[in-house]
């Protein structure tokens, strides 16, 4: 079953701890992403690899890191300089930097 | 800098209302665009997209959108709505990376 694999679907964490999420792809795309969706914000992008051991900053990309050593994976590390570390984080792909995206069902960060 | 602009956050029908949100983008070159769907519960998906040829595409569940290219514009339509069409629609242009929209929460009302 081919598809974009975002766990855990809730996360809570203590203020000052860093949180990594999971995002895995098994549709051999090679573009992945993570955005963050707040209400009445829309997407905003946080970060966007194009192939492996590469990833760019997106427009909120402070607080944040990344990593690809694989194809398949791009897990995010929400760390303790973020700010307002709380919202709904969506990991995407798509076969190549500007084509259609595939979304994950979303992790929702609680920190507390 | 690319960005995206969905005029109208909120929008009310009546089931069989014709519809019509907007979408405008600021970009200098050659652009795809997209318009995804998030029902409530769900994951965004796809409903349409344009890379080039006929501006005027045809999505799944009866969308269509046109692109204007001396209006930089790439409105989304529907000709009569139904209940189930109740989400949040989002705008998406592919250049620089994929930039999306704020969004439209479109209620219908029965």
């Known amino acids: 079953d081919g598809g974009i694999t975002q766990s855990p679907k809730y996360l809570f964490r203590k203020e000052g701890q860093n949180v990594t999420l999971s995002c895995e792809q098994n549709?051999?795309?090679?573009?992945m992403y993570w955005y963050r969706q707040d209400p009445g914000q829309g997407l905003r992008l946080i970060y966007y690899?194009?192939?492996?051991?590469?990833?760019q900053k997106g427009d909120i990309a402070e607080g944040y890191s990344v990593s690809r050593e694989k194809k398949e994976s791009f897990p995010l590390t929400v760390t303790s300089a973020q700010k307002n570390p709380t919202a709904f984080y969506l990991c995407a792909s798509s076969m190549f930097r500007n084509t259609e995206a595939f979304f994950g069902q979303g992790t929702r960060l609680t920190v507390v | 800098a690319q960005s995206v602009s969905q005029h109208n956050h909120h929008v009310i029908l009546s089931e069989a209302a014709s519809l019509e949100l907007g979408c405008n983008y600021s970009y200098g070159g050659t652009v795809n665009l997209f318009w995804y769907v998030q029902y409530p519960g769900q994951h965004l998906q796809l409903l349409l997209k344009y890379f080039s040829g006929d501006p005027l595409v045809k999505g799944i569940k009866g969308f269509e959108a046109e692109f204007i290219k001396s209006k930089f514009s790439f409105n989304l339509r529907k000709p009569s709505v139904q209940w189930s069409d109740t989400a949040e629609y989002f705008c998406a242009l592919g250049a620089d990376g994929l930039t999306f929209g704020k969004g439209t929460h479109l209620i219908i009302q029965p």
């Open positions: 690899s194009q192939i492996v051991n590469d990833f």
């Open positions: 549709l051999n795309h090679d573009a």
